[in-house]
C-alpha cells in the first residue's frame, strides 16, 4: 500500500542553505566545508580553508547544526547527502543545503535514503538550473515531494536500508586497502621513485612503446564493438560496468583493436586529477564480458599505448604513473582548454620512465595482478550489492518492504 506523499517544506523546521559570501580566510580557526565535505553519507570536517570566529557567529545567528540535520549537496555535483552525528563549529558554502526534519513527522536516516533515491533524484533534476555550475534552488527543493509513512515505519524502513548500505560500504572500503596495498608494495620493491631518490636511468616513454593512437569518435549504438570509455578506466583496472557499443568497419577494427598488455590513457577531462588516469588491458576482461580482447576498441578521449614489452612491463609503467613521481609529471604536461584539462600523445612520449630490471618489474607485476583479481572480485561484489540496495529503495519507498 502506497504512503501518502507531502512536500518537502511541509515536514521540516527549516531549509537553508550556507553563506554566499567568500568567508574571511585566516591560516586557522573554524573550517569552512563546501559539497566535497558531503559523500557516502558522511561529512567530512576536514578542510584547508578557515575563517574567523567571528564569521562562524554570523553564520550560526542564521543557522546553526544540531545532530540529526541532513545535508545536501544543491551546487556542482547535486544529490550528495549525509546525517550529522558530530556536531563540530563549521561554517558551509551555499552548496550545501541544511533540511531540519520535524522530528514528530520526519525521520533524519529515512530522509537521508529518501534523498538517495532515483524517485527524488529525478525531480531534483527537473528544478535543476544549468549555468557555469549546475544548482537547484532552496524554493524549488521546498517543492520537493516524498512518501511519507507513519513514524515507526519511516524508522523500521531507514534501519534496513542502512544494514544493507552499511555491506556496500564495507565493501568500498575493502577495495580501497586492495589499492592502496599495490602502491604499498611498488613503494617497497622500488622507493619513491622521486628523481633525486633514482637508482635506474629514465627513458623517454616514446622510446618504450610501439605506437600511440586515439580512439574512435563514432557514436555508440546498440550493436557493434565493445567500446571501453573514460567511464571503464576506474582505480588502474578497467570497469566493464556500463559497457558501449560502437560499430566500425573492418580497416578501423584493426586500427583500435587491442592486446594484452596495452594500456590507456584518460587525455581530457574536466577534472584536473582524473587525466593521465590509466589502465592495463589484461585478460580479466574476457571473463567479465564473454568477448575476447581483440572484440574490444576505445573511445577518442582515450590514448592506447602499445609498450614494448622485451623492455618494459605495462603494470610497472601503470603504477609508476598512479605514484606521487609520475602524477607529478603527467600534470606537469597537462594543459588546459575551454574549462578541461587535456594531455596529448606528444605530452605522454615526453615521460621520463625510470627503467629496473625487466625481472624486477615482472616480480612486481606477478604480485599486483594477485591484488587486482581480488579487488575484481570485491568489485563485481559492490556491483551485486549496488543492484540489490537498488531493488530494496524501489520496494521501500513503494510501500512493498
Not at 574490444?296 to 605495462?314: D, G, H, P
Request: proline share 5%; net charge positive; with cysteine.
Amino acid at each position: 500500500m502506497s504512503a501518502p506523499i507531502a512536500r518537502l517544506e511541509e515536514l521540516t523546521e527549516f531549509i537553508l542553505d550556507g553563506t554566499h559570501g567568500s568567508p574571511i580566510r585566516t591560516e586557522f580557526g573554524v573550517p569552512v566545508l563546501s559539497a566535497q565535505n558531503v559523500a557516502n553519507g558522511v561529512l567530512d570536517y576536514y578542510s584547508d580553508r578557515y575563517t574567523s570566529e567571528k564569521e562562524f557567529a554570523a553564520f550560526n545567528k542564521r543557522v546553526s547544526i544540531r545532530r540529526n540535520d541532513v545535508l545536501l549537496t544543491i551546487v556542482g555535483t547535486i544529490g550528495r547527502a549525509a546525517v550529522v552525528q558530530d556536531v563540530q563549529p563549521a561554517v558551509f558554502q551555499r552548496s550545501v543545503a541544511i533540511i531540519r526534519p520535524n522530528g514528530k513527522a520526519l525521520d533524519s536516516r529515512y530522509l537521508f535514503h529518501i534523498t538517495q533515491s532515483p524517485d527524488f533524484i529525478e525531480q531534483a533534476r527537473k528544478f535543476t538550473k544549468q549555468s557555469t555550475q549546475a544548482g537547484i534552488y532552496l524554493g524549488s527543493l521546498k517543492k520537493l515531494e516524498i512518501p511519507l509513512p507513519p513514524l515507526d515505519e519511516q524508522k523500521r524502513i531507514a534501519a534496513i536500508l542502512d544494514q544493507a548500505d552499511h555491506l556496500r560500504q564495507k565493501r568500498r572500503h575493502a577495495i580501497a586497502l586492495l589499492d592502496s596495498l599495490t602502491q604499498s608494495i611498488f613503494l617497497q620493491m622500488f622507493g619513491s621513485m622521486e628523481p633525486e631518490e633514482l637508482k635506474w636511468p629514465t627513458v623517454p616513454l616514446s622510446d618504450l612503446v610501439q605506437e600511440f593512437r586515439y580512439g574512435t569518435s563514432e557514436k555508440s549504438q546498440p550493436e557493434g564493438h565493445p567500446t571501453l570509455r573514460i567511464p571503464n578506466v576506474v582505480g588502474g583496472s578497467i570497469s566493464l560496468a556500463d559497457l558501449k557499443y560502437v560499430p566500425v568497419n573492418d580497416r578501423e577494427l584493426n586500427r583500435l583493436r587491442l592486446r594484452e598488455g596495452d594500456i590507456f590513457f584518460v587525455r581530457t577531462n574536466g577534472n584536473k586529477e582524473y587525466v593521465g588516469r590509466s589502465a592495463v588491458v589484461t585478460s580479466e576482461i574476457e571473463r567479465q564480458s564473454g568477448y575476447s580482447v581483440s572484440d574490444f576498441i576505445y573511445a577518442s578521449y582515450l590514448i592506447k599505448a602499445r609498450v614494448k614489452l622485451e623492455k618494459l612491463n605495462s603494470h610497472f609503467l601503470q603504477s609508476f604513473l598512479s605514484g606521487p613521481a609520475g602524477r607529478k609529471m603527467l600534470l606537469e604536461r597537462a594543459k588546459t582548454s575551454a574549462g578541461q584539462y587535456n594531455i596529448n600523445i606528444e605530452g605522454l612520449g615526453s615521460l621520463r620512465i625510470p627503467l629496473p630490471p625487466l625481472e624486477q618489474q615482472k616480480n612486481f607485476e606477478s604480485r599486483a595482478t594477485e591484488i587486482t583479481h581480488h579487488m575484481n572480485l570485491a568489485c563485481e561484489q559492490l556491483r551485486t550489492l549496488s543492484t540489490l540496495f537498488s531493488a530494496l529503495q524501489h520496494r521501500a519507498f513503494s510501500g512493498q518492504l
